[in-house]
């Protein structure tokens, strides 16, 4: 099977495994609205930040080194597994030590009630990733897709049992992902035998630090792109203005408008879980730069049509994830989504680029990047929000996100070279933003002035989709 095929059979493996199951996740949100109110809602939204804020720390970003390690044929797996599972192990230990100081940093008090169960949300969390990611290096990926699937349908039960009969709300929420995550890791231990693996006789020092070293750099990586996330919200909770409204309500609000353009995420995901093998496998072909380039030709023209659809259709979508039946605030969601759209658009380019730094072992590259993403993310909510509120955090974290873009673009080219065009990203990108005010301001044929700006997106990729399918459909690379 060429290096394309593989590729895209890897993409509809993990695909038919998550894209239902995510849908289903996302679906859950009307059943958050529902039972949860705007405030409560913040509160939810910056618990499930702060443990995936947690995870990398006191995990040392091992998931990521089982990944790279793991699909390494040079590395034992029985040591790879072994030795990321102890250092996993001695990071939730410490945490569990520190987490006394948590309850003494004041913009920290959502989590007063919640302690218990967020230790146990991440610990939980961490031995399913665990699991997860070595069962996907190992290569069963229909293993590993069927996993999601039955996750999902866990959270979905425990969700319902709890939030909608129990009605416990925020500590329902808490309950249901700790379960499902449990339940997760022990099928996937059991079926796929991780206990084999398993062994401090396969410990290996030397291992464990060339692991750290390749993680360690990702760690404030992925901190800072959670900072990102958390101090959207954070600022909108807690800083004041006499121009727009902010505070508890409005936090939630906003969490609930990145819901749809995590439609977005969702396919780059499924994606980005089969690129990312393929990108560690072929890192030494002699073809290497010409692959990611028709690989990133392809997967920059169905972002930004798929964007271009959900921009024009945020009012149509909208509804199907976020009820107002009990809170009719979550009504105006729509109008902070399209920006949103965007903003995780070039997210997903960027997390594309940082598999470049990845398969060379640069990590630390992903992390300057993405720490002059999050400083520039943290200056600009400062002094956007108080003026635009929610729009302003929306903005904000649209500009950071596209600086951490052309400073990836420009630099992890100097370790793939590939061919890419500025010009044509510039066009596209200003196609997307007029089509956010338009759904925003509503001017006079504004569904005339959407059509025609989608027409011009999918006219700018028609060539990247047809030299796609072209290259799959070929026998031999």
């Not at 040079?74 to 006394?100: C, R």
């Not at 004041?106 to 949300?121: A, N, R, W």
């Not at 401090?200 to 360690?216: D, G, I, P, Q």
């Not at 902010?246 to 609000?253: K, N, W």
Request: proline share 2%; with cysteine; net charge positive.
């Amino acid at each position: 099977m060429n290096k394309y095929k593989k590729l895209a059979f890897n993409t509809i493996i993990f695909a038919i495994g998550s894209f239902g199951s995510k849908i289903l996740v996302m679906l859950l949100t009307r059943l958050y609205t529902k039972n949860i109110s705007p405030a409560d809602l913040s509160t939810k939204e910056l618990l499930e930040i702060t443990a995936n804020f947690l995870l990398p720390i006191f995990t040392f970003s091992m998931t990521e080194a089982i990944i790279r390690f793991g699909l390494d044929n040079k590395y034992d797996k029985s040591e790879v597994f072994t030795t990321a599972t102890v250092l996993n192990g001695m990071g939730l230990v410490l945490m569990l030590i520190l987490s006394p100081i948590f309850r003494l940093i004041s913009f920290l008090d959502f989590i007063d009630g919640y302690t218990i169960l967020l230790l146990v949300y991440v610990c939980t969390s961490a031995f399913r990733a665990l699991c997860s990611q070595f069962v996907r290096a190992r290569g069963m990926v229909k293993l590993y897709s069927l996993d999601g699937i039955l996750a999902t349908i866990t959270l979905l039960i425990f969700s319902i049992l709890f939030i909608s009969n129990f009605h416990w709300g925020v500590k329902g929420f808490m309950l249901s992902v700790i379960l499902s995550d449990f339940c997760s890791a022990v099928f996937l231990f059991i079926i796929a035998g991780l206990h084999r693996y398993l062994s401090l006789e396969c410990y290996n020092k030397r291992l464990a630090t060339s692991m750290m070293r390749f993680a360690v750099p990702l760690i404030p990586t992925v901190v800072m792109w959670v900072i990102t996330g958390f101090s959207d919200r954070l600022f909108i909770r807690y800083m004041h203005s006499s121009k727009v409204e902010l505070g508890e309500s409005a936090a939630g609000i906003y969490g609930l408008a990145t819901k749809v353009p995590n439609l977005i995420s969702m396919v780059s995901t499924i994606f980005f879980q089969a690129w990312n093998m393929s990108a560690i496998m072929e890192n030494e072909s002699e073809d290497r730069s010409r692959f990611y380039e028709k690989v990133y030709g392809a997967y920059e023209a169905v972002l930004f049509i798929f964007s271009a659809f959900l921009i024009a259709g945020v009012q149509i979508v909208t509804p199907i994830f976020v009820s107002t039946a009990r809170f009719g605030e979550y009504g105006q969601v729509y109008k902070y989504t399209p920006v949103l759209v965007v903003a995780v658009l070039f997210m997903c380019l960027d997390q594309f680029l940082s598999s470049i730094y990845t398969a060379t072992k640069h990590t630390k590259n992903s992390f300057w990047t993405s720490f002059a993403a999050s400083m520039a993310n943290l200056v600009l909510n400062f002094f956007l929000i108080p003026e635009w509120g929610i729009h302003g955090a929306a903005i904000a974290t649209f500009l950071s996100y596209y600086l951490c873009f052309w400073a990836r673009i420009i630099d992890a080219r100097y370790y793939v070279p590939f061919r890419f065009n500025a010009v044509k990203s510039l066009a596209n990108t200003g196609l997307l933003l007029i089509m956010c005010w338009v759904i925003i301001t509503k001017p006079a044929l504004y569904g005339l002035w959407l059509t025609f700006m989608i027409i011009a997106v999918i006219s700018f990729y028609s060539k990247e989709f047809s030299a796609t399918i072209k290259k799959l459909c070929r026998r031999r690379a």
